[in-house]
């Protein structure tokens, strides 16, 4: 059982920056391909981002390419999502997440974070 936990969300203006961490349980997530999805208010969980333990595939969604960047240190554990640029419209729940299967969808996730939330004012 890998227990992920996430942390570095807040409220912050349109425009503005956050990085999320994930701590995570397990020490060898390296064999985990970890991600991140958000889900807002009324809405269906989504994908944001993902990355491989050896970093050979990267993926994000488009609402986020250019401006979100995902990184991992396997050695602490832990997985990042640094947030530039923000939006009002990237208001969400944020949650970590580990797969073993690739591409990533809700559907095959192994383990789930408990979310951080992200607002961003205009």
């Known amino acids: 059982q890998v227990q992920l936990v996430e942390s570095g969300g807040g409220l912050v203006q349109a425009g503005g920056s956050l990085r999320l961490s994930c701590a995570a349980s397990e020490r060898t997530i390296s064999k985990y391909i970890m991600a991140w999805f958000r889900q807002a208010p009324g809405k269906e969980r989504e994908f944001v981002a993902a990355r491989t333990g050896s970093g050979n595939l990267i993926d994000y969604a488009d609402p986020v390419k250019g401006r979100f960047t995902i990184s991992r240190d396997n050695a602490e554990n832990t997985v990042y999502l640094q947030m530039n640029s923000l939006k009002p419209e990237d208001t969400a729940n944020y949650y970590c997440?580990?797969?073993?299967?690739?591409?990533?969808?809700?559907?095959?996730?192994?383990?789930w974070g408990q979310g951080t939330q992200v607002t961003v004012s205009s």
């Open positions: 997440a580990a797969s073993e299967i690739w591409p990533m969808t809700p559907g095959r996730v192994n383990y």
